[in-house]
C-alpha cells in the first residue's frame, strides 16, 4: 500500500485500501457515510471508511497493519 500521508484525502484513502484490499484477495465494499460523501463530492460530511467484507479480522489486519512493525501509525 502506498503511504499515507495527513494530506491523503478520503477518496484517495478509500482508492488505496480498496486496492490492497483486492490485491489480497478480499472483496470488500465501501459502505456507510464515507461512501455518501465521496459520491455525494463532499455534501455530506464524513471523517471515516467503512467496509463491508467477509473476510476475517485476521486477513484484514494482514493487510492494513503498520509496516515496518513499530512504525508510528496514526
Known sequence: MSEI?????????AVL????LEQAG???TL???GAVSIYTENRYQ?????FVTSAA???L?????????GARCA
Open 26 to 28: 478480499i472483496v470488500a
Open 46 to 50: 464524513s471523517h471515516d471508511l467503512d
Open 57 to 59: 479480522p485476521r486477513q
Open 5 to 13: 500521508r495527513p494530506e491523503t484525502s478520503l477518496q484517495q484513502l
Open 17 to 20: 485500501i480498496s486496492e490492497a
Open 61 to 69: 489486519t494482514a493487510v492494513v497493519e503498520c509496516r515496518p512493525p
Open 31 to 33: 459502505s456507510g457515510g
